[in-house]
């Protein structure tokens, strides 16, 4: 690996002069600053990140904070799985630490002393919801102007990346199939009103069922908490209400295999009497009985576009709030502006995926 002594060498200039134009401190000229750059190029040197944290007075670490909830192993389960190895990928190869930290979902949580303290450089936040103690505390974010993205929960508010996926479309697809297949009384098992996701994908629902002349049946909605526990839960109510389905739509693969193993003890055949559909694609949709069609939610790629948009915005260039080049956004992936012509942040969603396996 080249040295900083190596690239001021190449460049004719001194070490410390390299070191100020790698780190972005004090006024280089442009001149010497192209030089330094292309002498960099050219003998592969990257620059250390904790060398360039000690320079900025920064810590090296990027913060990843998720919701604590006891009894419940986040780590197991494939949507804080997958997100986590992306986001993980991002940082070890730009050789910044991850951070991780725990919030009571029911509480504030104090973000902007993270950054005072400089235990962290930057937020990535995974499990949000609208909860008003967790919304203020992320808002908090946004009026101190600190780097931060929100992983996969819509704020709509200014100073608040988002990087998730394009739930409507994704519930509208799974809603499309059952409907072209012929069914017409289509359940719907969601999560929590709290994120945003839950609105989304119960938004694609209902966009399907209107444009074939249907409207969501009260009787046909029930709710879980996204665990593979409140879809067996959920199944007790589904049964009870059995003779007036011809369909089941789960915002979660996990709710979908509870509510399948739920409806089997009760001797509900799937798909035969009942077809359902899952959400996410996780490993564990292949590999249930029947195999499950669920529309698959790129999470990996999700994690890793939220820790490229902090840290492009670390090192002063445009993140996801002000354009989307430098973070790579993903063919496909669809970028909503929340709020006309104010100056808010841009909710970058990638594209979803219909899988169609056994269960539909």
Same mark, same amino acid.
């Given at each position: 690996?080249?040295t900083?002594?190596e690239?001021?060498?190449?460049?004719g200039?001194s $070490?410390?002069?390299?070191s100020? *134009?790698?780190?972005?401190?004090g006024?280089?000229?442009?001149?010497?600053r192209r030089? *330094?750059?292309?002498a960099?190029?050219?003998?592969g040197?990257q620059?250390?990140?904790?060398?360039?944290?000690?320079?900025?007075?920064?810590s090296?670490?990027?913060?990843?904070?998720?919701?604590h909830?006891p009894?419940v192993r986040?780590?197991?389960?494939?949507?804080?799985?997958?997100?986590?190895?992306?986001?993980?990928?991002?940082?070890?190869q730009?050789?910044?630490?991850?951070?991780?930290?725990?919030?009571?979902? #029911?509480?504030r949580?104090? =973000?902007?002393?993270?950054?005072?303290?400089?235990?962290v &450089?930057a937020?990535?936040?995974?499990?949000?919801?609208a909860?008003?103690?967790? #919304?203020?505390?992320v808002?908090?974010?946004?009026? $101190?102007g600190?780097?931060?993205?929100v992983?996969d929960q819509?704020?709509?508010?200014a100073?608040?990346?988002?990087v998730?996926?394009?739930?409507?479309?994704?519930?509208?697809?799974?809603?499309r =199939?059952?409907?072209d297949?012929g069914?017409?009384r289509?359940?719907?098992?969601?999560?929590?009103?709290?994120?945003?996701?839950?609105?989304?994908?119960?938004e694609?629902?209902? #966009?399907a069922?209107?444009?074939?002349?249907?409207?969501? &049946?009260? $009787?046909?909605?029930?709710e879980?908490?996204y665990?593979?526990?409140?879809g067996?839960?959920?199944?007790g109510?589904?049964?009870?209400r059995?003779?007036a389905?011809?369909g089941?739509?789960?915002?979660?693969?996990r709710m979908?295999?509870?509510?399948?193993?739920g409806?089997?003890?009760?001797? *509900?055949?799937?798909? $035969?009497?009942l077809?359902v559909?899952?959400?996410?694609?996780?490993d564990?949709?292949?590999?249930?009985?029947?195999?499950?069609?669920t529309v698959?939610v790129?999470?990996y790629?999700m994690?890793?576009l939220?820790?490229e948009s *902090?840290?492009?915005?670390?090192?002063?260039?445009?993140?996801v709030?002000?354009?989307?080049d430098a973070?790579?956004?993903?063919?496909?992936?669809?970028?909503y #502006?929340a709020n006309?012509?104010n100056p808010?942040?841009?909710?970058?969603l990638?594209?979803?995926?219909?899988?169609i396996r056994?269960?539909c």
């Open positions: 690996m080249a900083r002594r690239v001021a060498d190449l460049a200039v $070490e410390a002069t390299v100020r *134009v790698m780190n972005g401190v006024p280089i000229k442009e001149d010497t030089k *330094v750059a292309a960099a190029a050219e003998l040197y620059l250390n990140a904790l060398a360039s944290g000690f320079a900025k007075g920064r090296g670490n990027i913060g990843v904070v998720l919701p909830v009894k986040l780590f197991s389960t494939y949507y804080f799985s997958e997100i986590l190895s992306g986001i993980g990928d991002v940082l070890h730009a050789g910044y630490g991850l951070l991780l930290l725990y919030r009571n979902p #029911q509480a949580y104090d =973000y902007v002393s993270l950054y005072r303290t400089r235990r &450089d937020c990535l936040i995974l499990g949000a919801s909860l008003p103690e967790e #919304q203020a505390s808002f908090a974010l946004a009026d $101190e600190l780097p931060c993205c992983v819509r704020y709509s508010r100073g608040l990346p988002c998730g996926a394009d739930h409507r479309a994704g519930a509208y697809a799974a809603a =199939y059952m409907l297949a069914h017409r289509i359940g719907f098992l969601n999560g929590s009103p709290h994120y945003s996701n839950s609105a989304d994908r119960y694609g629902y209902r #966009q069922l209107a444009e074939s002349g249907l409207y969501p &049946d009260p $009787e046909h909605l029930f879980g908490n665990s593979r526990k409140s067996h839960e959920a199944a109510v589904i049964f009870e059995l003779a389905l011809d089941l739509l789960c915002a979660n693969d979908a295999i509870g509510a399948i193993q409806l089997r003890e009760r001797g *509900v055949a799937v798909p $035969e009497r077809p559909i899952g959400y996410d694609n996780s564990a949709s292949s590999l249930t009985d029947p195999p499950l069609t698959e790129p999470f790629e994690g890793r939220a820790a *902090v840290l492009a915005r670390l090192a002063g260039e445009s993140g709030a002000s354009g989307n973070i790579g956004v993903a063919e496909g992936a669809a970028v #502006q006309g012509s808010v942040a841009d909710d970058v990638l594209p979803t995926q219909l899988i056994r269960s």
